[in-house]
């Protein structure tokens, strides 16, 4: 048999997904399994996309430009400008298959193999398989659960600088863990991606779930660096849309939008259907954001706050997202996540959650800590929490 590229065997599995077949023996056992390690929101899609595709009058499905659709990409242009971010819909907007696209097709044009890319984790899993896709080195540094994952020292990315360092990437709102950066924090940022003259890759997928207050701060609206600045963006979560698998890759650095172009030629076209839908998705009211802010204030509150009330249990309030990092008193996350399936019931349900040692690229770092989405109802969110609290009473491996 022919043996299989060096690639195939360094892509990491997924931290999220690699416990499903647990999960299935689970429910065809009996059990009720409350899914909190993924972020499919159970939040209804916006009418208005329903309708369109509902309705739609087509006679052949079509390739689009290379980039997408021309009038979808000037609906995305007068989106951002609500932002204070001025884009060029030629040139400076391309659609994608999904955000996950976005940063490949990123990684491919700005980056040599064996070229650096310094993240501060834990971090999004798939940025890992989206490096070796690309032949990208993953630097890692890291942020820490007692500041709430906060950013960084700035002097810690100076310390992992090399030659080979091309650029750093973040993601705002995050996902793991919820943070939102402040303007001062991505200024930070700013002056380093300055002095080195790096890429700064910025995922904002989660721009319009943010709370208590709090705004973000796009890196597109950081002055002096415009043309370092790639956004990566995604109808996914902000529409509850996430299989349209359509997002966006935005840079006013012409040479890079340019040569990004000729990967998605490459490709032919993003999905038709998607971007119908993500054009439509653009007349959303607020009405619809305000309802769902609401809705996952509620249940972070309830999620956090019921964590939280669990002896050994520390979790950071996050301001932004639907993800939460937590630490439990366990022995090892991967263990305890599959024995929470595998093992454990209370009154015939249980909980699957995503081993944090996969949001890590630092061996060793995340054996106490999960991500929890908290993407479920309200009165799914107060059973999953029960279950976690007696879960913990009888684990065997409780530290």
């Known amino acids: 048999m022919p043996s299989l590229s060096h690639k195939a065997t360094q892509m990491p599995a997924s931290p999220i997904r690699k416990l499903v077949p647990y999960a299935e023996q689970a429910k065809k056992s009996g059990k009720t399994v409350y899914h909190l390690n993924i972020g499919q929101p159970d939040i209804e899609t916006p009418q208005v996309v329903l309708d369109k595709m509902h309705n739609l009058d087509l006679k052949v499905v079509e390739y689009s430009h290379s980039a997408g659709f021309q009038s979808y990409r000037e609906g995305l242009a007068k989106y951002y400008k609500g932002f204070n971010?001025?884009?060029?819909?030629?040139?400076?907007?391309?659609?994608?298959?999904?955000?996950?696209?976005?940063?490949?097709?990123?990684?491919?044009?700005?980056?040599?193999?064996?070229?650096?890319?310094?993240?501060?984790?834990?971090?999004?899993?798939?940025?890992?398989?989206?490096?070796?896709?690309?032949?990208?080195?993953?630097?890692?540094?890291?942020?820490?659960?007692?500041?709430?994952?906060?950013?960084?020292?700035?002097?810690?990315?100076?310390?992992?600088?090399?030659?080979?360092?091309?650029?750093?990437?973040?993601?705002?709102?995050?996902?793991?863990?919820?943070?939102?950066?402040?303007?001062?924090?991505?200024?930070?940022?700013?002056?380093?991606?300055?002095?080195?003259?790096?890429?700064?890759?910025?995922?904002?997928?989660?721009?319009?779930?943010?709370?208590?207050?709090?705004?973000?701060?796009?890196?597109?609206?950081?002055?002096?660096?415009?043309?370092?600045?790639?956004l990566v963006d995604s109808v996914s979560k902000r529409y509850s849309m996430c299989g349209a698998r359509v997002g966006a890759l935005i840079s006013k650095n012409a040479e890079f939008m340019a040569a990004a172009l000729k990967f998605g030629q490459a490709r032919l076209s993003p999905p038709t259907f998607g971007q119908i839908a993500g054009e439509a998705a653009l007349e959303t009211p607020q009405s619809y954001f305000d309802a769902v802010i609401e809705e996952y204030v509620e249940r972070r509150d309830i999620l956090i706050d019921g964590l939280n009330k669990i002896a050994g249990v520390t979790c950071p309030k996050p301001k932004g997202a639907f993800y939460a990092i937590a630490k439990l008193p366990i022995d090892n996350a991967d263990k305890f996540c599959q024995w929470l399936l595998e093992e454990f019931d209370y009154e015939g349900e249980t909980v699957m959650l995503a081993p944090a040692t996969g949001f890590y690229a630092t061996k060793g770092l995340g054996q106490q800590e999960v991500r929890i989405a908290y993407v479920l109802n309200k009165a799914s969110l107060i059973k999953a929490v029960k279950c976690l609290e007696e879960a913990l009473k009888v684990y065997p491996g409780i530290v």
């Open 85 to 230: 971010i001025n884009l060029n819909p030629e040139n400076e907007i391309m659609i994608t298959t999904g955000g996950s696209e976005a940063l490949v097709f990123a990684f491919q044009t700005c980056f040599n193999e064996g070229d650096e890319l310094i993240i501060p984790e834990p971090f999004y899993a798939n940025y890992n398989g989206f490096g070796v896709t690309a032949n990208v080195n993953v630097v890692p540094v890291t942020a820490k659960i007692e500041n709430g994952f906060s950013l960084p020292p700035i002097e810690e990315f100076e310390k992992l600088i090399t030659p080979k360092t091309k650029g750093i990437l973040i993601c705002n709102p995050g996902n793991p863990t919820g943070y939102l950066y402040s303007k001062e924090e991505l200024e930070t940022l700013r002056d380093i991606v300055k002095k080195y003259d790096l890429f700064l890759f910025a995922d904002e997928v989660y721009r319009e779930f943010c709370y208590d207050g709090a705004t973000p701060y796009s890196a597109l609206n950081l002055e002096g660096i415009e043309n370092n600045v790639v």
